[in-house]
């Protein structure tokens, strides 16, 4: 009989897999994504391709929409 050694899950990677949707929207004329999803009974968001924009939460989809695009123009202007 072999003894089990170890644990396997420090051998395992971790990868998250987020069920969400795609905003598109322009700003300036320039073509943005929005990834939107549910977390518990709040909504979180980031732009796609723009890590320097913070991440968002909200009450609803909508509003973290609207939120990411205040930031990501508040980061454009500057």
């Known amino acids: 009989m072999g003894?089990?050694?170890?644990?396997n899950m420090t051998?395992?990677?971790?990868?998250?897999?987020?069920?969400?949707?795609?905003?598109?929207?322009?700003?300036?004329?320039?073509?943005?994504?929005?990834?939107?999803?549910?977390h518990g009974k709040q909504f979180c968001g980031r732009i796609e391709g723009n890590p320097h924009v913070p991440q968002c939460t909200g009450r609803t989809a909508l509003a973290v929409r609207d939120a990411?695009?205040?930031?990501?123009?508040?980061?454009t202007t500057v």
């Open 3 to 7: 003894a089990h050694k170890g644990n």
């Open 11 to 38: 051998n395992r990677k971790k990868h998250v897999q987020r069920q969400g949707q795609i905003y598109r929207f322009s700003i300036a004329g320039s073509e943005y994504a929005a990834f939107i999803w549910q």
């Open 68 to 75: 990411l695009q205040l930031r990501l123009a508040a980061h």
